[in-house]
């Protein structure tokens, strides 16, 4: 079985940075690639990042381009986001996901249906 374990929420004032953490556990699995999703009280889960393997890519929302940053560790199945400039519309639970299909085109990473294990969710919670 397969875990994903986020780390690194909390709360801080806008303006303010976080860095999440997500690791994955259990049996050993290949990835393609790993993302992170958020979902605000009341709204669908939406998504913020995935970065993708063989070659190293990256693909953000708009919504926090240019203040977010996802990196990972394709061997250890390790991803990271780091959060600057947070607003306090970033306030959300902040899931991570790993995908273990490939897809030819990166926006396929985009959507919920491309991952295949989800964690269990870290709370951000940005004060205005």
């Known amino acids: 079985q397969v875990h994903l374990v986020e780390s690194g929420g909390g709360l801080v004032q806008a303006g303010g940075s976080l860095r999440l953490s997500c690791a994955a556990s259990?049996?050993?699995?290949?990835?393609?690639?790993m993302g992170w999703f958020r979902q605000a009280p009341g709204k669908e889960r939406e998504f913020v990042a995935a970065?993708?393997?063989?070659?190293?890519?990256?693909n953000y929302a708009d919504s926090v381009k240019g203040r977010f940053a996802i990196s990972g560790d394709n061997a250890k199945n390790t991803v990271y986001l780091q959060m600057n400039s947070l607003k306090p519309e970033d306030t959300a639970v902040y899931y991570c996901?790993?995908?273990?299909?490939?897809?030819?085109?990166?926006?396929?990473?985009?959507?919920?249906?491309?991952?295949?294990?989800w964690g269990q969710g870290t709370q951000v919670t940005v004060s205005s």
């Open positions: 259990g049996r050993s699995f290949s990835t393609y690639a």
């Open positions: 970065v993708t393997w063989r070659p190293t890519s990256t």
């Open positions: 996901a790993a995908a273990t299909r490939k897809y030819y085109s990166a926006s396929a990473y985009r959507t919920n249906n491309a991952y295949d294990y």
